[in-house]
């Protein structure tokens, strides 16, 4: 049996990861690309955050600090400190615990 049931979203946002080669350096970066609804313009717009590099070999993303950066070998974060996920599984399991926060703080902000 078959339900058609109509949920009412006010607000969509995709998410995707962007990779993006340069074909001066011939390095890959790593984007956050979010996707949302401009209701002004009527149209989709999209909001790019650089995650880090793509290593070749591993295929692992390599966090930078956005100019191209990488972290310091003898850097150790501490536990408030927040750890990119290192794997796409990860990451998709990150985006679902980040939007499953952010509707609870939009409920708890309505109360």
């Given at each position: 049996?078959?339900?058609?049931?109509?949920?009412p979203?006010?607000?969509?946002?995709?998410?995707?990861?962007i990779?993006?080669?340069?074909?001066?350096?011939?390095?890959?970066?790593?984007?956050?690309?979010?996707?949302?609804?401009?209701?002004?313009?009527?149209?989709?717009?999209?909001?790019?955050?650089?995650?880090?590099?793509?290593?070749?070999?591993?295929?692992?993303?390599?966090?930078?600090?956005g100019?191209?950066?990488?972290?310091?070998?003898a850097?150790?974060?501490?536990?408030?400190?927040?750890?990119?996920?290192?794997?796409?599984?990860?990451?998709?399991?990150?985006?679902?615990?980040?939007?499953?926060?952010?509707?609870?703080?939009?409920?708890?902000?309505?109360?």
């Amino acid at each position: 049996m078959c339900y058609n049931i109509h949920i009412p979203i006010k607000e969509v946002i995709l998410i995707a990861i962007i990779k993006n080669k340069d074909k001066r350096s011939g390095i890959t970066y790593v984007y956050e690309s979010k996707s949302y609804w401009d209701k002004e313009k009527k149209q989709s717009r999209s909001r790019r955050t650089l995650i880090g590099r793509l290593d070749d070999e591993t295929g692992e993303v390599i966090p930078t600090d956005g100019r191209c950066k990488k972290l310091s070998p003898a850097y150790v974060p501490t536990k408030d400190e927040y750890q990119m996920p290192k794997t796409m599984k990860e990451m998709r399991a990150e985006i679902i615990r980040l939007l499953e926060e952010n509707a609870l703080l939009k409920e708890q902000s309505k109360s």
